[in-house]
């Protein structure tokens, strides 16, 4: 019943009154004619009934033949509904576009999910994936996931293992990080140890081999400093493993540029923003903003009761800058450039033993600062035992 | 009326072998709120108290309370409303 309602409703109906003494007539009438008409009751002596809307034309005759009069009491049914809104071609659009959107968005990969990493940063899976063919966008049904999981794998040495799963537009992706294995002390090989950075040597314990400099003398970078080469007790020539730590003075420098005039951030700023769609920016402002800014993008993820959706509002803060003379005085600007050579003294040699720390502001505002500190140069450097050019033979160029 | 009824349209009914006049009456009863009528050969007479259809062979009245033609072809009658009681009319 409840389906023969809905198909009169889907075709259109009329409801319609007869007024006149033979109904009956009527009645009988539209049976023989196989006009549909259900519904039929009288109500103050008035037949009330219901017509398929494409046959109302089709009762007129009967209700002639029949004396009667006959009038519509209501137009019922998705074509009148239609009819209402035939000059709004945007909203069939619309309908259309609702019921289409969901059915074809949810055949693309919208949002990829990276779990079981510990070292490596979502962020550089996500590239690495997007660089093999898996990034926001792709079709999901197309995606070969065992395939993109080994070449997941071959594209970063770091990880171990992969398997990504799509589960409508979201990209499960499940890796795991290789476990280096522990080094193996090699003291077997062939080996000198050379100077890695130019300095002044302060101190030597070499442990196997012969050292080949002096405490006190300067050495550059690539130096010999002990040789893998040692006479034994018979006066006969051995080669080994060098190992040796070798102390020396190492001077570090930093150059900064005191500028004239420098950008300063002002109280103004701007706050614009913006929708990405999928993989589509779109502004949400008019125009462009003229002068010199400094641009800070914050995207931010917008969820739907917990579900993260494939869409941002990135919001453009533009901050003014003014362009104005360097505000310090030459004191005050090396005590800054000074602050911030200690500070970089600290960053990358603060585990190293200072010897000294000098610094110099020339006119033209070229700071320099000369860090010396105490370390290790010695590196180790193989050499084979069938080559020509064997540790004695380098021992007197190098250790100049 | 009765036997004189014309041959349906519809090719698809005539096809199915529907426009054979039938002879057999059968009503059926669901209840006392609806009655179907095959082989119904009109209405006689229509009121909200009471119907009268015509059959090959005479007639059978319906009396009751707010009786209402549900579908009428020229086959078969469904009237709904609450039923008190019927009588065949030859």
């Known amino acids: 019943m409840l389906l023969i309602k809905l198909l009169h409703w889907l075709l259109g109906y009329v409801r319609f009154s007869l007024s006149g003494e033979f109904p009956e007539r009527f009645m009988n009438m539209t049976a023989s004619e196989e006009i549909s008409v259900w519904d039929m009751h009288k109500q103050g002596g008035i037949l009330k009934g219901c017509v398929r809307a494409d046959q109302y ?10 004396k009667g009069r006959l009038h519509i009491d209501k137009k019922v049914g998705l074509p009148f509904v239609l ?8 909203l069939f659009v619309g309908v259309i576009a609702a019921a289409l959107i969901p059915v074809v968005m ?24 997007s660089s093999v063919g898996l990034r926001r966008g792709t079709v999901g049904k197309n995606a070969d996931c065992k395939q993109l999981a080994e070449m997941l794998i071959l594209s970063d040495d770091r990880l171990s293992w992969a398997s990504i799963y799509i589960d409508g537009s979201v990209a499960q992706v499940e890796v795991r990080e290789k476990v280096d294995a522990p080094d193996v002390a090699d003291d077997v090989s062939l080996c000198n140890v050379v100077a890695a950075e130019d300095g002044r040597i302060v101190n030597i314990e070499a ?15 690539g130096s010999l400093l002990v040789s893998g080469t040692v006479t034994n007790r018979v006066g006969g020539t051995e080669l080994c493993h060098a190992s040796a730590k070798v102390t020396a003075e190492v001077c570090h420098t930093l150059t900064l540029n005191v500028p004239k005039t420098v950008d300063m951030p002002a109280d103004e700023s701007y706050d614009r923003y913006a929708l990405r769609l999928f993989s589509l920016d779109i502004p949400l402002y008019f125009g462009e903003l003229e002068g010199n800014f400094a641009v800070e993008t914050t995207p931010r993820q917008l969820s739907f009761f917990g579900a993260k959706l494939p869409v941002y509002l990135i919001t453009e803060r533009h901050t003014v800058l003014e362009n104005v003379p360097f505000p310090l005085q030459d004191d005050d600007a090396e005590a800054l450039c000074t602050a911030a050579a200690k500070l970089w003294a600290l960053e990358n ?22 860090y010396t500190c105490l370390e290790d140069i010695g590196k180790e450097e193989p050499f084979s035992a069938e080559s020509e050019d064997t540790p004695a033979a380098t021992e007197g160029g190098s250790g100049s | 009326m009765g036997e004189s009824v014309s041959k349906p349209k519809n090719p698809l009914t005539r096809f199915a ?24 050969r009109g209405v006689i007479e229509y009121e909200p108290s009471v119907v009268r259809l015509g059959l090959p062979k005479g007639s059978v009245r319906f009396m009751g309370r ?9 086959e078969q009658a469904i009237i709904r409303g609450f039923i008190l009681s019927m009588e065949f009319i030859i």
Do not use: M
């Open chain 1, 106 to 129: 949810s055949q693309f990969v919208w949002r990829i999910e990276v779990n079981g990493n510990v070292e490596v940063p979502d962020a550089v899976i996500i590239q690495e994936l």
């Open chain 1, 57 to 66: 034309a089709a009762l007129r005759s009967p209700a002639r033949r029949a």
């Open chain 2, 17 to 40: 072998g529907l426009n054979e006049a039938r002879n057999d009456v059968i009503i059926e009863f669901t209840g006392n709120r609806t009655v179907t009528v095959d082989c119904c």
């Open chain 1, 349 to 370: 040699y603060g585990d190293r033993q200072a010897v000294s720390f000098t610094h110099t502001l020339s006119p033209d505002g070229r700071y320099t600062a000369e």
């Open chain 2, 66 to 74: 707010e009786l209402e033609i549900c579908e009428l072809n020229h």
């Open chain 1, 207 to 221: 442990y196997r081999g012969t050292a080949v400099v002096k405490v006190g003398e300067a050495v550059t970078r």
């Open chain 1, 83 to 90: 009819r209402r809104y035939k000059g709004r071609p945007g």
